[in-house]
Every structure is written in structure tokens, then in C-alpha cells.
């Protein structure tokens, strides 16, 4: 990129100093420069982002996924992780239900180095990996999908944390107990929604 410098007059702001040979720098200098400051102190660092080939964010979650049809889980994916982690969780929830925020799916230290859990992913409470899931608000362990009263269109919720551990949970796990287990652990957070209605 090749900046320009112009001599002061009525026509252009300045910006610094005259140099020695009288001119000045036009004012789109100082904002180039600024720029190119922000770039090279990392400014431009993506953040934590979730993804599905199943459903775009804020789309209809496609039945397969609900209780009308497979219920099973989505295939989900994530990239620019935060430097330091050592574990995922996610939770998914529904704030739309009648009577209370339902919970979907609550599952936590999955590896550091995973970038995606599969479609169909298991029910068990821990895997060999050492990946572990709570129960949703079913009493199930593990994913159980959208399966909300005939009427408008419910949020489904898949939020993605990154912690600086892996975490100890005593007993079977819920929400409640993975968000009190987080406090102080999160290094980054993103969010995916679906909706779905019947």
C-alpha cells in the first residue's frame, strides 16, 4: 500500500507533526496505521464458533433430530478454539418451554483436541475418551431432541464452552452442577439455535 503526502491547505485535515520538508500526512495515514496496529497485536483473532452441516443458526432443526423422528443427536463442528483449553461442554436447552428453561442435552470434558461430536452420538454416561453426559430434564442420559406442545416455533439452544480444565462432577450430572463446575473455567463460548415446532 503506497500513502501519499499532500501539502497543508483548506482543502485537506492534517495529521501529526510537518515534516521537515513542510509537507503533511493526509489524515487516512493515521487511520491505515491504526489498522495495521490492531492487525499485528492479534485485534483480528476469530472467536469460538459452532457450526452444523444438519441446520443453519436460527433455522428450522430438521425432524430427524426431534422426538417425530430418529431423535438423535446433530452432527456438530467448531474451530478457533482458545489457546489454553483443556476441555469442552455443551449444553442444550429450550427457554420456550411452558413451565421451565428444558434441558436437551448436557455433556462436558470432551477432549481438547476434538472439533466436532458426530450425528447419533451415544448415550452412555462416560466413554472411553472420557467424555461424560448428564440427564436432561427426561431423565435421560445424554441428547434427547426437540419435542415441544403443538403451537408457535420453540428455541433450541447448543451452547459450546472452552474450558482451562477438565471437570470432577460428583454423582450424575445436570445443568446446574456443569454450570457451577464452569465458574471461572470458561475461556471462550459460542451459541448455535434451531428451531423446531409441531
Known amino acids: 500500500m503506497k500513502f501519499h503526502a499532500y501539502r497543508a ?18 489524515p487516512l495515514v493515521g487511520f491505515y496505521l491504526a489498522v495495521l ?18 441446520f443453519s443458526n436460527g433455522s428450522k ?11 438423535v443427536s446433530p452432527h456438530l463442528q467448531w474451530s478457533s478454539v482458545p489457546d489454553g483449553t483443556k476441555s469442552f461442554a455443551l449444553i442444550s436447552d429450550d427457554p420456550d418451554a411452558p413451565s421451565k428453561i428444558w434441558v436437551h442435552w448436557v455433556i462436558y470434558n470432551i477432549p481438547a483436541e476434538a472439533r466436532e461430536l458426530p450425528q447419533g452420538f451415544p448415550h452412555d454416561a462416560s466413554l472411553p475418551d ?14 434427547g431432541g426437540p419435542c415441544p406442545p403443538p403451537g408457535k ?12 480444565r477438565a471437570l470432577e462432577i460428583k454423582g450424575t450430572a445436570t445443568k446446574e452442577k456443569l454450570l457451577e463446575a464452569m465458574k471461572g473455567h470458561v475461556l471462550g ?10
Open 130 to 143: 472420557g467424555i461424560c453426559q448428564g440427564i436432561n430434564d427426561s431423565g435421560e442420559t445424554g441428547y
Open 37 to 54: 496496529m490492531v492487525a499485528c497485536s492479534g485485534g483480528g483473532a476469530m472467536a469460538l464458533e459452532l457450526k452444523s452441516p444438519a
Open 9 to 26: 491547505s483548506s482543502k485537506f485535515l492534517t495529521f501529526g507533526k510537518p515534516a521537515a520538508n513542510g509537507l503533511r500526512l493526509h
Open 153 to 164: 416455533p420453540h428455541r433450541y439452544y447448543f451452547k459450546l464452552y472452552a474450558l482451562d
Open 61 to 71: 432443526i430438521p425432524p430427524q433430530y426431534t422426538c417425530e423422528g430418529r431423535d
Open 189 to 198: 463460548e459460542t451459541v448455535l439455535m434451531g428451531t423446531y415446532e409441531r
